[in-house]
Nanobody
Framework: QVQLVESGGGLVQAGGSLKLSCVAS????????MAWYRQAPGKERELVAGIDSDGTPNYADSVKGRFTISREFFKKTVHLRMNSLKPDDTGVYFCNARDNDGPLLGYWGQGTPVTVSS
């Protein structure tokens, strides 16, 4: 069973920055893609940023130019650098990873909360 462990969330003022990390229990090379999702209070979970096996990133329109997803293969870690944070970025951020044999929707971490104050 794959384990994903997120960290780096916290409370930050609007305009500030945070860097989230997701450590996987096995090599990042074993995944087809990895992503960060977030769920705001009372809202559905939404895709924030993803990166495929070739390293091609994709971002939600709301975070383009502010967030950057990256990988550190040696540390089996995916990062999400978040700059110019806004109160609308508040939510629980979840790491997701998909492979060929696992669940259709992939594996999930337990989430790390981010609160952006105005």
């Amino acid at each position: 069973q794959v384990q994903l462990v997120e960290s780096g969330g916290g409370l930050v003022q609007a305009g500030g920055s945070l860097k989230l990390s997701c450590v996987a229990s096995r090599s990042l090379f074993s995944f087809n893609d990895m992503a960060w999702y977030r769920q705001a209070p009372g809202k559905e979970r939404e895709l924030v940023a993803g990166i495929d096996s070739d390293g091609t990133p994709n971002y939600a329109d709301s975070v383009k130019g502010r967030f950057t997803i990256s990988r550190e293969f040696f540390k089996k870690t995916v990062h999400l650098r978040m700059n110019s944070l806004k109160p609308d970025d508040t939510g629980v951020y979840f790491c997701n990873a998909r492979d060929n044999d696992g669940p259709l929707l992939g594996y999930w971490g337990q989430g790390t909360p981010v609160t952006v104050s105005s």
